[in-house]
């Protein structure tokens, strides 16, 4: 197997509503993420392409339809989909493509067009739902984040207080993010006082819905180097999925991250992750969830998240900086570009160029992931700056 | 090279701008219609709804009963499995208290959906349903419900033949 780096990055701002078709933003991250290492699309082996559910866009074959934006036209191309997991399930497809030695490059864009659901895109998700045994009780995606939450807080006897500064350090860092749709200065009173939509969930505890793209350039060895004097490596991939019979599993505790955490770990060389990763972007679409794949990432014990978020741990500052960029609760949720936002922020995070958002010392290794479908699919990459086999 | 971009693409829109017409969008409702066949095992589970029970299935191999039915055992993948009527009572593993429809809709008395722990069936195996009967406040973790059936004339084979799960009283 070749080791595979990420060489180019690029992303549009994440906005409620953006001007611009799903492939006129897919097409400004390619073009960017091209640029940010000097190639041209001619210069590109395959192209992966990852979009979240056809249902936003009222578009079947939307894969296909986003095809030329993503620089697709002429080679080999594959649109995957693991619901929220996408993001970061397209660069781990791009892997496999190149570690292979099937190809030497691959251009990987992630887009979502959330706001052409009207009049709010919150009802394209009924249709996750089992048809027969849940949809005719008329449930929305905001039951099982609350129904997860409510049970990680039994579990622990944890307060929604314990969770809602992950909101204020997502949105504050945020701030710092030139493409953010919600960066705000608030304090955990602010986080409590906005309405309570789904008990435990506040609104400014749920990530927005947002339209935008993400893409970053990857190259196996050796044009990787050659491309690139400061490739960012993958140094592991883990995927798993759960049963989609989520009442029997106990929500609690995503046991699926945490097989799909060690699978990226042991590739990585990764034995003891709290002291071997820098910098973290776990998948934040609601507050509690960062902490909850936090621990699943194997970052904090069980239960013990938010005691680490209380003493400052995960903050931009901190021993681990958990969502630097600002997440999806900051930054914006356009499904599938925003795992791929976070794949970015690692990129750019290692190599010194994050501007106001950089963490401080130099972070060697990171960990990103995703999460989605039915509460059941994890998504991990590892990514370094050291090349894992030498 | 994230700090040397000052031109970040992508342009937001606002209500006002479409509005007045200076965007336009073109506007698209799909009309798709879906008949979902209930499949072997659901089936049994439809029918024994309209019957007035719940309705799980052991695997012998695994020791595990669980509810909804299923033609197989996705643990070990093997199709030996036992239909086994369950009760019609059990425990609320998690719950909300929803102020918001599935179309985004606000409400002023909150929806309780809840998963519940079905008794008969394994250790955390549960369904979703609705409670009701029940001071939302009052609702936690550990309490126990029954189900509150619809009249046996208005029972059709629906997850909707129970209105809803309520507290046991007196216990």
């Given at each position: 197997m070749r080791d595979v780096a990420v060489i180019g990055a690029g992303m549009t701002k994440f906005v409620r509503r953006a001007q611009e078709t799903p492939k006129e933003l897919a097409f400004h991250a390619a073009r960017m993420a091209l640029d940010s290492c000097g190639l041209d699309i001619k210069d590109i082996d395959c192209v992966i392409h990852g979009t979240a559910p056809d249902a936003f866009d009222g578009m079947h074959m939307k894969g296909e339809y986003l095809l030329d934006g993503s620089g697709g036209f002429g080679k080999p191309y594959l649109r995957c989909y693991v619901g929220g997991g996408t993001g970061v399930f397209a660069p781990i497809c791009a892997w496999y493509h190149l570690a292979s030695?099937?190809?030497?490059?691959?251009?990987?864009?992630?887009?979502?067009?959330?706001?052409?659901?009207?009049?709010?895109?919150?009802?394209?998700?009924?249709?996750?739902?089992?048809?027969?045994?849940?949809?005719?009780l008329l449930p929305n995606l905001l039951w099982i984040f609350a129904l997860e939450q409510q049970r990680y807080m039994a579990r622990y006897g944890l307060?929604?207080?314990?969770?809602?500064?992950?909101?204020?350090?997502?949105?504050?860092?945020?701030?710092?993010?030139?493409?953010?749709?919600?960066?705000?200065?608030?304090?955990?009173?602010?986080?409590?006082?906005?309405?309570?939509?789904?008990?435990?969930?506040?609104?400014?505890?749920?990530?927005?819905?947002?339209?935008?793209?993400?893409?970053?350039?990857?190259?196996a060895e050796p044009k990787a180097q050659r491309i690139s004097d400061q490739p960012v490596w993958m140094q592991g991939v883990g995927w798993c999925l759960a049963s989609s019979y989520w009442t029997n599993?106990?929500?609690?505790?995503?046991?699926?991250?945490?097989?799909?955490?060690?699978?990226?770990?042991?590739?990585?060389?990764?034995?003891?992750?709290?002291?071997?990763?820098?910098?973290?972007?776990?998948?934040?679409?609601?507050?509690?969830k960062e902490l909850h794949h936090l621990e699943g990432l194997q970052l904090a014990p069980k239960g013990k998240a938010p005691e680490l978020l209380a003493q400052g741990?995960?903050?931009?500052?901190?021993?681990?900086?958990?969502?630097?960029?600002g997440g999806l609760l900051g930054v914006g949720n356009p499904i599938a570009a925003a795992g791929m936002m976070k794949i970015c922020e690692l990129f750019w995070q290692m190599r010194g160029e994050a501007g106001k958002r950089q963490v401080p010392g130099t972070p060697e290794r990171g960990v990103a992931q995703a999460w989605g479908d039915l509460m059941q699919v994890g998504t991990v990459t590892v990514m370094g700056t050291k090349k894992p086999h030498g | 090279m994230s700090v040397k971009i000052t031109n970040w693409p992508g342009t937001?829109?606002?209500?006002?701008?479409?509005?007045?017409?200076?965007?336009?969008?073109?506007p698209y409702a799909p009309?798709?219609?879906?008949?979902?066949?209930?499949?072997?095992?659901?089936?049994?589970?439809?029918?024994?709804?309209?019957?007035?029970?719940?309705?799980?299935?052991?695997?012998?191999?695994?020791?595990?009963?669980?509810?909804?039915?299923?033609?197989?055992?996705?643990?070990?993948?093997?199709?030996?499995?036992?239909y086994v009527p369950l009760q019609d009572t059990g425990t609320v593993n998690t719950f909300s208290l929803c102020y918001v429809t599935w179309d985004?809709?606000?409400?002023?008395?909150?929806?309780?959906?809840?998963?519940?722990?079905?008794?008969?069936?394994?250790?955390?195996?549960?369904?979703?349903?609705?409670?009701?009967?029940?001071?939302?406040?009052?609702?936690?973790?550990?309490?126990?419900v029954e189900a509150v059936w619809k009249t046996k004339r208005s029972?059709?084979?629906?997850?909707?033949?129970?209105?809803?799960?309520?507290?046991?009283?007196g216990k």
């Open positions: 030695g099937k190809f030497d490059t691959a251009l990987v864009v992630c887009e979502e067009k959330m706001s052409s659901c009207q009049p709010h895109p919150q009802a394209a998700f009924i249709s996750i739902f089992d048809h027969t045994t849940e949809r005719p307060t929604v207080r314990d969770i809602a500064p992950v909101s204020v350090k997502n949105k504050r860092n945020a701030l710092d993010h030139p493409c953010a749709q919600l960066g705000a200065d608030l304090t955990v009173d602010d986080i409590l006082a906005s309405p309570l939509v789904a008990w435990p969930v506040h609104r400014l505890m749920v990530s927005p819905t947002s339209d935008g793209a993400a893409a970053v350039v990857m190259a599993r106990d929500l609690y505790y995503p046991a699926y991250v945490e097989q799909a955490a060690w699978m990226a770990y042991k590739m990585a060389g990764v034995t003891e992750p709290r002291k071997q990763i820098n910098i973290a972007e776990p998948y934040d679409p609601f507050a509690y741990v995960f903050n931009r500052d901190g021993d681990l900086p958990a969502c630097p960029s | 937001e829109v606002t209500l006002e701008q479409i509005q007045r017409g200076d965007i336009t969008a073109i009309r798709a219609e879906y008949a979902w066949d209930t499949g072997v095992a659901i089936r049994k589970y439809l029918e024994a709804l309209r019957d007035g029970y719940l309705l799980g299935v052991r695997c012998p191999r695994c020791d595990r009963t669980v509810i909804p039915p299923r033609a197989f055992c996705e643990l070990c993948f093997s199709s030996a499995i036992e985004v809709q606000w409400i002023t008395e909150p929806l309780v959906p809840a998963v519940i722990e079905i008794d008969g069936a394994s250790e955390g195996m549960g369904i979703l349903h609705l409670l009701g009967e029940v001071d939302p406040q009052a609702v936690k973790t550990g309490l126990r029972r059709q084979g629906a997850i909707t033949d129970i209105k809803y799960f309520r507290p046991v009283r």
